[in-house]
Structure formats: C-alpha cells, structure tokens
C-alpha cells in the first residue's frame, strides 16, 4: 500500500487538472461550433494527462539529479516528494516517465490516424518540451525559459490541439481563448519559484522569480491575474467568448483573497493557492463555453 502511495505522490495526479482543463477548454469552444466527440475528447484527454504525470516523474528526477529538490529544500518541505526523501529509487521513477511518455504518444498516433497528421507536430513539440524541460543538454526550466514554456505548453498548444482534434482545423478563436488560462498555469510556476527563490539561488538555478526578485515578483504576479481575469472579460463582451464567459467574475474573490496574500508575503502554499484559482477560472470557462453551445 505504502508503494502506491508513494508513486501517487510522485505523479502528482492533483496537477492534472490544468491538462484536464485546457484539453475541456478546446473542446468546449469546438463544441460552439457545431462540432464535438466524446471517444475524441477522452483520448486527448488521457493523452496528455499522460504525457503531464511523465513531465512531472522527469522533473522530479532531473531536479533531484541536480541538487534542486533536496530533503530540506522549499518544495520537499511543502509536498511530499517520495524521490528525495527516499522512498523511491531514480531509476524507477525515470522508466515510469519514459513509460507515460510513450503511452501518451501512443494515443497521440492513433488520434493523427483518426483526425489529421497535424497533430504529430503539436505532439512532438510537446514532448519534447516535456522532456527537455529538465532533461540535458537544455534543461531550459534552469535557464528562465520554464514559465514561458508553461504558458505556450498548456495554453496555445493545448488548447489549439484539442479544438484542431474535434473540428479539423486551427483557430484564431481558439488561441485568443488559450491565452488567459495559459497566463494562470504558468503562473503556478512562478509562484512556486517565488516561494523557492532562496534554495534555486543555492543550486544555482537562474528563473524569472530570482531575476524579478521577491519584491517585484509579486507584483508581476499580481498584474497578470488580473490581465487574465480582464482578458476574458473584454473577449466575452466584444467577441470571440459570448456572454455567458462573464462567469469567470465568480472567481474574482479567489483572486483578490490570494493577490492580498502574495502581495505582503509569499505563503509556502503559493502554487498550490494558484491553482486552486487556475482550477477555479478554468471550471468556470469551460462550462461558460458548454452553455454558449447549447443556448
């Protein structure tokens, strides 16, 4: 019992949401447009949570590997991390990954079969961000490029994946619509590394919290939860969302409770406290979007 726990713990199923979220956020707005699947949209579904436990058992390993995630590092002493504490052997844990990744990419040839081969680039690129994330010879999340990567990962690629996988086609709509959330997943990161600064800067790792610092970080952060939020507003009044996206205001208390927390100091929960509102925004999105396609 204890075994499975610890690689629950490892893959970190919580975090699925946001590959849940962004994959319901492109079928929905397909949906909108006369055009949806359920078999299509579970398979994207499966897929990338796939793909996202294999991105989160390589980090672990890589992190591990490079002396960032250690017994008394910021993010081991916030969540359980059976890797470092020992629980579990690297090796395993990097054969776990390799084998999601290649589940992930399995289901990802059968939906290039099934709806286009345009999807084996979207999939590629995303793999490969996936792994070369942490992974030599880039290791770009130490480089300052891992919120970037986040952003463009769950939001435009996703997003424009699973619209492409219901309808045939891209669009301009469906980027547009990825932004705002895109904008949130990668600000989970930011926050953890905002909470992480101290530790980073000891293994030598550059990111956009320690170049920003603690005292300007948090009003970045602070700015692009609100231009999220404003994003959809303003797109759900003069176009592409409809009225019925005016609904992510539910979410708008979240928001300010968390901004008023991480302006005066940033809780060793931050990432998690960020994508409690992530989740919230794109709940709230997603069935703003299944109301416009059936109203």
Same mark, same amino acid.
């Given at each position: =019992?204890?075994?499975?726990?610890?690689?629950?713990?490892? =893959?970190?199923?919580?975090?699925?949401?946001?590959?849940?979220?962004?994959?319901?956020? #492109?079928?929905?707005?397909?949906?909108?447009?006369?055009?949806?699947?359920?078999? *299509?949209?579970?398979?994207?579904?499966?897929?990338?949570?796939?793909?996202? #436990? #294999?991105?989160?058992?390589?980090? @672990?390993?890589? @992190?591990?590997? /490079?002396?960032? @995630?250690?017994?008394?590092?910021?993010?081991?002493?916030?969540?359980?991390?059976?890797?470092?504490?020992?629980?579990?052997?690297?090796?395993?844990?990097?054969?776990?990954?390799?084998?999601?990744? /290649? &589940?992930? $990419?399995?289901?990802?040839? =059968?939906?290039?079969?099934?709806?286009?081969?345009?999807?084996?680039?979207?999939?590629?690129?995303?793999?490969?961000?996936?792994?070369?994330?942490?992974? !030599? !010879?880039?290791?770009?999340?130490?480089?300052?490029?891992?919120?970037?990567?986040?952003? *463009?990962?769950?939001?435009? &690629?996703?997003?424009?994946?699973?619209?492409? $996988?219901?309808?045939?086609?891209?669009?301009?709509?469906?980027?547009?619509?990825?932004?705002?959330?895109?904008?949130?997943?990668?600000?989970? *990161?930011?926050?953890?590394?905002?909470?992480?600064?101290?530790?980073?800067?000891?293994?030598?790792?550059?990111?956009?919290? %320690? $170049?920003?610092?603690?005292?300007?970080?948090?009003?970045?952060?602070?700015?692009?939860?609100?231009?999220? &939020?404003?994003?959809?507003?303003?797109?759900?009044?003069? #176009?592409?969302?409809?009225?019925?996206?005016?609904?992510?205001?539910?979410?708008?208390? %979240?928001?300010?409770?968390?901004?008023?927390?991480?302006?005066?100091?940033?809780?060793?929960?931050?990432?998690?406290?960020?994508?409690?509102?992530?989740?919230?925004?794109?709940?709230?999105?997603?069935?703003? *979007? $299944?109301?416009?396609?059936?109203?």
């Amino acid at each position: =019992m204890h075994t499975y726990k610890n690689w629950f713990l490892a =893959m970190r199923p919580w975090s699925f949401s946001m590959s849940a979220i962004s994959v319901s956020v #492109g079928a929905a707005l397909a949906a909108t447009h006369g055009a949806f699947s359920w078999t *299509l949209y579970g398979i994207t579904a499966v897929a990338m949570m796939a793909v996202h #436990g #294999g991105v989160n058992l390589m980090n @672990d390993f890589f @992190d591990y590997k /490079s002396g960032v @995630d250690i017994a008394d590092a910021a993010t081991t002493q916030y969540r359980p991390h059976p890797l470092a504490e020992g629980k579990l052997y690297p090796m395993p844990v990097l054969w776990v990954s390799i084998i999601l990744f /290649s &589940l992930g $990419i399995g289901l990802g040839l =059968m939906l290039a079969y099934l709806r286009g081969w345009e999807i084996l680039w979207i999939g590629g690129i995303g793999v490969a961000a996936g792994v070369l994330y942490t992974a !030599p !010879p880039l290791s770009y999340k130490y480089k300052a490029w891992g919120e970037l990567s986040v952003f *463009l990962m769950w939001g435009p &690629l996703s997003v424009e994946a699973a619209y492409f $996988i219901q309808t045939g086609y891209f669009s301009w709509e469906a980027f547009w619509v990825s932004i705002p959330f895109g904008v949130l997943v990668a600000l989970v *990161l930011f926050a953890n590394n905002l909470r992480d600064v101290q530790t980073d800067s000891k293994a030598r790792v550059n990111n956009l919290a %320690i $170049i920003l610092g603690r005292e300007r970080g948090p009003l970045i952060y602070a700015s692009m939860v609100l231009a999220a &939020l404003i994003a959809v507003i303003v797109m759900s009044l003069v #176009g592409p969302l409809g009225k019925y996206s005016l609904l992510v205001i539910l979410s708008l208390p %979240i928001a300010f409770k968390l901004l008023s927390v991480m302006i005066r100091e940033v809780p060793k929960d931050a990432d998690a406290r960020t994508a409690q509102l992530n989740t919230a925004f794109g709940v709230l999105l997603v069935i703003s *979007l $299944i109301l416009e396609s059936v109203f």
